[in-house]
């Protein structure tokens, strides 16, 4: 079982619409979660983190935390054709703090 | 948030050989981190460079194969020894941001490796 799971895509939706990805750890202990978006042959870049159970807004993003079923979703809504890229979900454990990364889902926002 | 340059952003290698690739900061960190990325998969720790210290490699990763250095707090270099067309990837060096605590990020431009 991989420590982090992501449906690699593509998540193709239309111009609008809310986009929906989704993401789940294996680990009970993991403590914060992150979501960058890597443009194509770009590096990756922070676009959301969240600690605590729930739902965190920003902007046109939610970040969705459930603990118990250990899993973790963006929100994007009013989706744009630029918000087309690879999101990478990544979890952090207590102490050491490596950071873990899913394989990411590539979103498709159609004109 | 820091500057990370990293070169060469690519370069086409022969099976056999060897590569450096150099990372530089615009600030001191601590720590600094070469991920890479194969094609079609995620990123992939290899190791931790800390100035001053041995590189703490992860499971999979071995000195011998990705040697690295870290002269200063603002820069260090990673190299692929003896590389085979496996090793084509895209190397990333990374440091954390200013919030310490929330795990954020920073990453060079990578560089692109083919090996022939």
């Known amino acids: 079982q991989k420590e982090v799971e992501q449906n690699s895509g593509p998540l193709s939706v239309p111009e609008g619409a809310i986009a929906s990805l989704n993401c789940t750890y294996s680990?009970?202990?993991?403590?914060?979660f992150f979501w960058y978006r890597q443009y194509s042959g770009k590096s990756p870049e922070l676009i959301m983190f969240?600690?605590?159970?729930g739902d965190k807004e920003d902007g046109r993003f939610t970040a969705q935390l459930n603990k118990a079923s250990q899993y973790v979703s963006l929100l994007i809504r009013d989706s744009q054709p630029s918000d087309s890229a690879t999101y990478l979900c990544?979890?952090?454990?207590?102490?050491?703090?490596?950071?873990?990364f899913g394989t990411g889902t590539k979103l498709q926002v159609i004109p | 948030s820091a500057v990370i340059s990293q070169k060469p952003s690519r370069d086409i290698c022969q099976r056999g050989t060897s590569l450096t690739i150099q990372c530089q900061v615009d600030?001191?960190?601590?720590?600094m981190f070469w991920y890479r990325q194969q094609p079609g998969q995620s990123l992939t720790l290899i190791a931790t460079a800390n100035q001053g210290s041995e590189a703490t490699y992860e499971s999979g990763f071995v000195i011998d194969k990705f040697p690295i250095s870290r002269p200063n707090l603002t820069f260090s270099t990673l190299t692929v020894s003896n590389m085979s067309p496996e090793d084509s990837s895209i190397y990333l060096c990374?440091?954390?941001?200013?919030?310490?605590?929330?795990?954020?990020?920073?990453f060079g431009e990578g560089s692109r490796l083919t090996v022939l």
């Open positions: 990374s440091v954390r941001g200013d919030r310490v605590s929330t795990g954020e990020l920073f």
């Open positions: 600030s001191q960190v601590t720590m």
């Open positions: 990544a979890v952090v454990k207590g102490g050491y703090q490596k950071v873990t």
């Open positions: 680990d009970r202990g993991s403590q914060s």
């Open positions: 969240i600690y605590s159970n």
